[in-house]
């Protein structure tokens, strides 16, 4: 169509294609420049710098390394400390059993040391017959006691002690009192309590009572040869 009333036509030079994207390319590139020197702007302008944030998390991580270096050796340092109280609590116990095992020891050489004096003979003094360390305790089994003593033939001693022992034991049960004999009357071998010795002789045994029996005491006779009377009685300190 020609005339006043065809359209306008613009004519220009065919750019290839490559061109193109090439150009759309590199405005893209300039576009993404621009955002991230905005966002770096935004960012110093708003008072953070990246670098200054590495700088400070590399300064935390060393600080936290050396503080978990301290931690460490603060936690070795105490670990021997407990160890060192430990030694020191178990010396202390030690010390406290040896104490203890000395005080037992000074007083047994104490009785030790009067036992002997009173088996020195003293000048032209009848011999007699002396009960020492009588002691009752109840045994490891329910109902079950053990008692020991130690006899002594003091003054003169122109023969030997011949003769037999005797235990009277009171008891109580359900609020009623009543009395063992050992040796018990039907009781065969005796021969545990004869007697026969020039300066001591050591007594040791046990008796039993049936278990919830509560022993209230114990005396122990001594008798020379088939007398039924006895020469000396004593009672037992019980433990």
């Not at 045994?205 to 122990?220: A, I, L, W």
Request: charged share 25%; glycine share 8%; no cysteine.
């Amino acid at each position: 169509m020609f005339g006043i009333a065809a359209p306008r036509v613009s004519v220009r030079t065919a750019i290839p294609w490559y061109w193109r994207w090439l150009a759309i390319t590199a405005l893209f590139i300039v576009i993404m420049m621009f955002s991230r020197s905005a966002y770096e702007f935004g960012r110093k302008f708003a008072g953070f710098d990246q670098s200054e944030a590495d700088h400070e998390m590399h300064r935390l991580g060393e600080a936290n390394a050396k503080f978990e270096q301290e931690v460490a050796q603060l936690s070795g340092s105490a670990a021997q400390l407990e160890r060192q109280i430990q030694i020191e609590r178990a010396a202390y116990a030690d010390v406290v059993k040896q104490v203890r095992a000395l005080t037992e020891e000074n007083v047994t050489l104490k009785e030790d040391l009067a036992f002997f004096q009173g088996l020195m003979p003293s000048g032209g003094k009848e011999g007699g017959v002396a009960v020492n360390r009588f002691i009752v305790q109840n045994d490891a089994l329910p109902g079950e006691f053990r008692y020991r003593l130690l006899l002594t033939q003091t003054g003169q001693r122109g023969k030997d002690f011949i003769g037999r022992l005797q235990f009277v034991v009171n008891v109580q049960r359900d609020g009623r009192k009543s009395v063992l004999t050992l040796p018990a009357e039907d009781e065969k071998d005796a021969r545990a309590y004869k007697l026969n010795f020039r300066f001591y002789q050591r007594v040791e045994g046990t008796f039993r009572v049936t278990p919830g029996t509560v022993v209230k005491g114990m005396q122990v006779r001594v008798l020379e040869g088939d007398s039924k009377e006895p020469r000396l009685t004593q009672q037992a300190n019980l433990s």
